[in-house]
């Protein structure tokens, strides 16, 4: 399913057959976030009226059409992340745990400034949570949302992550791979797993969705950190062809090996324009088929559906595309 909000209300999308199944018309709605493709969605306000305040959170049920509570908060709701069993509502620098239950808030973890909301909550009961430690460029910080335990900082990237993800089951603990998006700088919007985590799918502001195999991949790279099985101690990987790679490393330009370094895609699916702030996602491929489909949502409000032959790779075939919206005026805030 798909969730939009828009200056107007909200929508609910299903993609298979695609069609709005559910929306509402009372106001203007910056967040909606559903649980997973329950009649539960979380809404927060994009500030144009004052019963929709962007510091209130609402759980609403769409089968009823009624609020279920809310919740207000000090600053701006900045992103909000959910569970069967938990609910992750993102400040910009504090980050609050809900028993989606009971909605009784567990714990309140300060944070560095997060103005992106950069926060990934496992789909899986194991509630894994991953966010920016603050204190050491692309650092993340592994939380256990269900024992409100700190599991493990990970050294994830050089620089300052903006995006982040998780597998549909979040025990993977320890660096795979390195991918290269391109050869040009770009801005990463969104990436996703399929769901056997077998792909990797990645969009950006060139209007191209790379996507990425998982398989076959050795995890044994310098630097790279285990967590064995995700609640066992920090183990630091120094294979002896790490020495190799380092001496080699050293008399190339940082930027060469940076880009020696990253594997390319082996598919990708092109959008009609660029500089669109978009989501992806990947589903399949189901028992016996060799076909996934690449889902990407946009924020000027179009759905495409892409296949991908995984045998084969290369371009991905635009199968159908549809409008998130009835009209111009029906300007989209968010989509998930």
Known sequence: CISVGTRQGFFVYSCEPFARSFQDAAGGIGLAEMLFSSSLIVL??????????????????????????????????LGVQLNRQRLVVVLEKKIYIFDINSMQVLNTLDTSSNPKALCVLSPADNGYLAFPAGGVAGEIVLYDAINLSVLNAVQAHRGMPVALTMNATGTFGKKRATFRRGSYPATIYSVAFNPTSTLLCCSSDTGTVHIFSLTGLESAVTGSYSLSPMLGPVTRLEPKAATTKAMLSSYLPSSVTRIAEGARDF?????????????CALRGPLPGSNHVQVLVATIDGLFYQYALDITTGGECVLEREHMLR???SEEIEAAY
């Open 326 to 328: 009835d009209s111009a």
């Open 267 to 279: 598919a990708y699916a092109r959008l009609r324009s660029a500089n669109v702030p978009n989501l």
């Open 44 to 77: 927060v306000g994009a500030g144009e009226q004052p019963a929709f305040s962007p510091r209130r959170l609402r759980v609403w049920n769409t089968k009823t059409s009624a609020a279920i509570c809310d919740l207000n908060f000090v600053t701006a709701v």
